[in-house]
């Protein structure tokens, strides 16, 4: 099955957006021009890179690919990105820094208005533990970043969306962690992503009449980086096989559900938090 991003049509060129928002000069994007634009936290790596790399190849046309630290993780996404015809534009912020939030959408505000599409993703992990290793410092690190980084992400993203008014929709991304709790591996970042579950639910019932959907994915067991960030770099060998469908699930996996939600095929999906974890 293909997902598309919203529908688009050719326009007149937009050679002005690309100098102001990073976007690489010379480089020739699709006829699909103006339509839609894709904010993607997180894209230098695991779910938020493969979730740009699907969106252009399935029609979006612009792309955000947001970093905060891995500029050359960011890079190599953009560089896949604008091969496949879409335009990328590469943007740096810490998203735990409200300013630092703010000043990415006053850039990105400065593209040709069309309709809005945010992948909530950036986030961090801490090394594993126990309640032993909640210190308030490393607990606030990681609420910074998956709880207050992201509303702040969706606060600025509507109002980009009511200032242009083309509407627009929302994917936040939590975890399985939220409803399993991660005993003696990661509490702290469980409950960031409940956060994020309950947040998407709220959302939702407050733009619903906007037009702006708002629904979640809580990826499980995903072959990404994450699980050594987190020091168990063979997680996935330990763990991999305890889903009922017995694999880890793919980047791409995941970056196809969210495509799916943000598509017009998800017209009537809003507030829902949707499983990608073969089961587990």
Not at 119 to 131: F, L, P, R, S
Not at 239 to 254: C, I, S, Y
């Amino acid at each position: 099955m293909v997902f598309r991003g919203w529908p688009c049509a050719p326009a007149e060129q937009e050679d002005e957006d690309d100098e102001k928002v990073g976007r690489k000069p010379g480089v020739q994007a699709g006829a699909c021009r103006v339509s839609g634009v894709l904010i993607v936290t997180g894209a230098s790596a695991g779910i938020g890179a493969a979730t740009a790399r699907n969106a252009a190849f399935n029609g979006w046309p612009r792309i955000v690919v947001h970093y905060g630290q891995d500029k050359a993780g960011a890079e190599e996404t953009a560089a896949v990105v604008e091969s496949m015809g879409a335009q990328a534009y590469l943007l740096q912020a810490d998203v735990s820094k409200p300013k630092a939030v703010l000043k990415m959408f006053d850039t990105i505000a400065g593209l040709k208005p069309g309709r809005v599409g945010l992948v909530n993703n950036a986030g961090i992990v801490a090394q594993t533990g126990t309640i032993a290793d909640l210190t308030p410092e490393r607990v606030e690190k990681v609420f910074a970043v998956n709880v207050l980084g992201a509303i702040e992400v969706a606060r600025q993203a509507v109002g980009l969306m009511r200032a242009w008014g083309k509407g627009g929709g929302i994917v936040n991304i939590s975890s399985a962690a939220a409803r399993m709790g991660s005993a003696n591996q990661y509490i702290d970042y469980a409950a960031s992503k409940g956060a994020i579950d309950t947040f998407t639910l709220g959302l939702a019932d407050e733009l619903a009449p906007e037009g702006i959907r708002v629904n979640a994915i809580r990826p499980g067991l995903i072959e990404t980086g994450i699980h050594a960030k987190g020091g168990v770099p063979d997680r996935l060998e330990k763990l991999g096989k305890t889903p009922p469908m017995g694999r880890p699930g793919t980047a791409d996996e995941v970056a196809e559900a969210i495509l799916w939600l943000l598509s017009e095929r998800a017209s009537y999906v809003t507030r829902t938090i949707l499983d990608v974890a073969g089961g587990r």
